[in-house]
């Protein structure tokens, strides 16, 4: 007997699947000192755990998108349910650096299953201005779980409560989205017209998608890598690290929910080339004040990332039409590698200035206030790198006419 689609529900369960990714993000963030402390690992060692999160992430959104008209949304998030749940319990009796590493990597795999899943599924439910509008409020959810993880995981650090208590409040969105989704039936795709793999790559070839899968290693890490590290970095700043975190992607829920009007209206590269100068001022700010300028430091660094990753994958759809649903994929796919491959490498830079600067003489708080902000120093580089890349970019565009934009394949990516 066929079973009738129940969109609202449907859509609902997507949504609590999306804060289940973004408490994955925030709590992790802030339990980091905890893990440190009560493992014994180092920083850099921190960071190769939070790389775990964003290998998985790309590895299931590329492999979910190419084949969710094969076999449907509903297998994809089962297999998203079962990493989520078994990389949640694995985490939270965890004894281990390795099992961590393992657990953390099963999450990142269940929150690419989610996209990879969760956006097509909307677009194939509703049509026109109605799925354009749902998708904004479905991506909503990340910025604002992660506003919502951050200060459970404020009040339960101040609380007293361990790290593997946090880590079980990730369960419960999971389990809501589970429950949500049982016994549901789930939409026919559209039919979709889709250009061959040929062609595909060979759009991707071209000198301006190269450069755009430069500039987005550099955009996502911009995004990424402070607001990762934020808890452990500016723990001794004088701030509280998870209202800096709930500020910042606050901003950024209110900016995605709001902005898309704004973003239509203005030229891609000026809102790119904009950002970029504004995130740079807000990470300056970080590595350089202390107590309530923190916070100014987060408008200022929450007005320049807000829009990298929509705007990113809107230019490929637009002036890189040919590349189609797989381009954007890899444009989407290499931010989240480049945001896995830098971890480690931020973790190592606050190892490595603690030593330094534990040879000027200090020790406890200010050790570690000095040795977070140097590292912040450093993260001014790939904003930086962006103002001169978006610089180009704006001169190269400025005489180029866009291609035809698919809004379908655009609306199936996801924009975190």
Request: hydrophobic share 50%; charged share 10%; with cysteine.
């Given at each position: 007997?066929?079973?009738?689609?129940?969109?609202?529900?449907?859509?609902?369960?997507?949504?609590?699947?999306?804060?289940?990714?973004?408490?994955?993000f925030?709590?992790?963030?802030?339990?980091l000192?905890?893990?440190?402390?009560?493992?014994?690992?180092?920083?850099?060692?921190?960071?190769?755990?939070?790389s775990?999160?964003?290998?998985?992430?790309?590895?299931?959104?590329?492999?979910?998108?190419?084949?969710?008209?094969?076999?449907?949304?509903?297998?994809?998030?089962?297999?998203?349910f079962?990493?989520?749940?078994?990389?949640?319990?694995?985490?939270?009796?965890?004894?281990?650096?390795?099992?961590?590493?393992?657990?953390?990597?099963?999450?990142?795999?269940?929150?690419?299953?989610?996209?990879?899943?969760?956006?097509?599924?909307?677009?194939?439910?509703?049509?026109?201005?109605?799925?354009?509008?749902?998708?904004?409020?479905?991506?909503m959810?990340?910025?604002g779980?992660?506003?919502?993880?951050?200060?459970?995981?404020?009040?339960?650090?101040?609380?007293?409560?361990?790290?593997?208590?946090?880590?079980?409040?990730?369960?419960?969105?999971?389990?809501?989205?589970?429950?949500?989704?049982?016994?549901?039936a789930?939409?026919?795709?559209?039919?979709?017209?889709?250009?061959?793999l040929?062609?595909?790559?060979?759009?991707?070839?071209?000198?301006?998608?190269?450069?755009?899968?430069?500039?987005?290693?550099?955009?996502?890490?911009?995004?990424?890598?402070?607001?990762?590290?934020?808890?452990?970095?500016?723990?001794?700043?004088?701030?509280?690290?998870?209202?800096i975190?709930?500020?910042?992607?606050?901003?950024m829920?209110?900016?995605?929910?709001?902005?898309?009007?704004i973003?239509?209206?203005?030229?891609?590269?000026?809102?790119?080339?904009?950002?970029?100068v504004?995130?740079?001022?807000?990470?300056?700010?970080?590595?350089?004040?202390?107590?309530?300028?923190?916070?100014?430091?987060?408008?200022?660094?929450?007005?320049?990332?807000?829009?990298?990753?929509?705007?990113?994958?809107?230019?490929?759809?637009?002036?890189?039409?040919?590349?189609?649903?797989?381009?954007?994929?890899?444009?989407?796919?290499?931010?989240?590698?480049?945001?896995?491959?830098?971890?480690?490498?931020?973790?190592?830079?606050?190892?490595?200035?603690?030593?330094?600067?534990?040879?000027?003489?200090?020790t406890?708080?200010a050790?570690?206030?000095?040795a977070?902000?140097?590292?912040?120093?450093?993260?001014?580089?790939?904003?930086?790198?962006?103002?001169?890349?978006?610089?180009?970019l704006?001169?190269?565009?400025?005489?180029?006419?866009?291609?035809?934009?698919d809004?379908?394949?655009?609306?199936e990516?996801?924009?975190l």
């Open positions: 007997m066929n079973q009738t689609v129940n969109p609202s529900r449907l859509f609902l369960a997507s949504c609590f699947a999306l804060i289940t990714t973004a408490f994955s925030s709590i992790r963030a802030g339990i000192p905890q893990l440190g402390t009560e493992l014994g690992l180092s920083a850099e060692q921190l960071g190769f755990i939070n775990m999160w964003f290998f998985g992430f790309p590895i299931a959104m590329i492999v979910g998108g190419l084949v969710y008209y094969s076999v449907g949304p509903k297998l994809i998030m089962n297999v998203a079962v990493c989520h749940t078994l990389g949640i319990l694995l985490t939270i009796y965890a004894g281990s650096y390795s099992m961590l590493l393992i657990s953390t990597l099963l999450i990142g795999i269940g929150n690419g299953c989610t996209e990879a899943a969760c956006n097509p599924m909307i677009a194939d439910m509703f049509t026109g201005a109605q799925m354009n509008k749902m998708l904004n409020r479905f991506h959810w990340f910025p779980g992660i506003v919502i993880g951050s200060l459970i995981s404020k009040f339960m650090t101040d609380a007293g409560l361990s790290w593997q208590t946090q880590v079980w409040i990730i369960m419960i969105p999971a389990l809501i989205y589970a429950f949500l989704f049982f016994g549901q789930f939409p026919t795709s559209k039919e979709v017209k889709a250009a061959s040929s062609s595909n790559f060979q759009a991707m070839l071209t000198p301006l998608f190269l450069f755009m899968f430069v500039c987005m290693a550099f955009t996502a890490i911009s995004e990424f890598g402070p607001q990762q590290w934020v808890g452990l970095i500016m723990s001794k700043s004088g701030a509280t690290p998870m209202y975190l709930a500020l910042t992607t606050g901003l829920a209110i900016g995605r929910y709001f902005g898309g009007p973003i239509h209206k203005l030229n891609q590269t000026g809102v790119l080339l904009g950002g970029s504004f995130a740079t001022i807000g990470v300056y700010l970080f590595s350089t004040q202390t107590g309530s300028m923190a916070y100014v430091a987060a408008v200022f660094f929450a007005i320049g990332v807000c829009y990298f990753w929509p705007t990113m994958i809107g230019f490929v759809a637009e002036n890189i039409p040919a590349s189609g649903a797989l381009g954007m994929s890899i444009i989407g796919g290499v931010g989240m590698f480049s945001t896995s491959i830098w971890q480690p490498i931020i973790g190592g830079w606050i190892d490595a200035a603690k030593v330094e600067k534990a040879t000027t003489g200090l406890g708080d050790l570690e206030l000095a977070g902000q140097a590292t912040l120093a450093k993260m001014t580089m790939f904003p930086i790198f962006l103002i001169v890349a978006f610089t180009v704006w001169f190269w565009m400025r005489n180029r006419k866009p291609g035809h934009v809004e379908k394949l655009v609306a990516q996801p924009q």
